[in-house]
């Protein structure tokens, strides 16, 4: 689905440039799990922000289910971010002053999607991220793992082909970056 053909990344500044890709080249699978390993300032973060479209390459394509990144306009990337893909992030990214539930249905609320007409499905997405329970708790009432847990359902709800996560469990304790993991690697079984 996803291909990178020379795909480089130079951020400039007027000081100095810094070459983070070098003519990279890789084609994702359709579906499983694929980790991206190196030391800090390799460069992961740069090629998943490229391949989530919240960035652009200096160089070379990235081809999504054929069609090249290059060629779409911001209405395109838009929709590309918003309905294929999902994100987690190191640091959550959570509305502190929210509940568990209201973090899940506010990226429903951010698509124009009524949350009442998909409450079902958000209780089942909280219960799939073993949240259930915790639903009315706020930010600073549940765990690191457990917040972790919540952007991963938050990305869910999207029903989003590729979930994109940034050292998800950078933050995280030993037994959390198991739960955090086994969820991911659950999930890459249909995605
Ligand atoms: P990683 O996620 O593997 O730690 P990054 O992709 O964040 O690596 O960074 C790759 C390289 O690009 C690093 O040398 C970093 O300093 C540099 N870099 C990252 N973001 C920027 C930026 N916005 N402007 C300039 N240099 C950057
Ligand atoms: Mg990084």
Redesign the pocket.
């Known amino acids: 689905m996803i291909r990178l053909e020379n795909v480089t990344?130079i951020?400039?500044?007027k000081a100095q440039?810094?070459?983070?890709?070098d003519h990279i080249s890789l084609t994702l699978p359709n579906q499983g799990f694929v980790a991206i390993l190196?030391?800090?300032?390799?460069?992961?973060?740069?090629?998943?922000?490229l391949l989530g479209g919240l960035d652009s390459p200096s160089e070379g394509t990235i081809f999504v289910d054929g069609k090249s990144m290059n060629e779409w306009d911001e209405k395109a990337l838009d929709s590309y971010r918003n309905q294929q893909v999902g994100f987690v992030f190191q640091n959550y990214y959570l509305i502190p002053h929210l509940s568990v539930y209201e973090n899940i249905a506010l990226s429903l609320e951010l698509h124009h999607l009524n949350v009442k007409e998909h409450h079902e499905e958000i209780m089942e997405i909280i219960e799939k991220v073993g949240l259930k329970g915790k639903e009315n708790r706020k930010m600073n009432e549940i765990s690191g793992g457990e917040r972790q847990r919540v952007a991963i359902a938050r990305a869910l709800i999207k029903h989003p082909k590729v979930i994109i996560a940034?050292?998800p469990t950078g933050n995280l304790d030993a037994k959390n970056r198991d739960i955090v993991i086994d969820i991911l690697k659950s999930l890459s079984k249909e995605r």
């Open positions: 990344k951020y400039a500044s440039s810094c070459l983070a890709l190196g030391p800090s300032g390799c460069g992961k973060t740069t090629l998943l922000n940034d050292e």
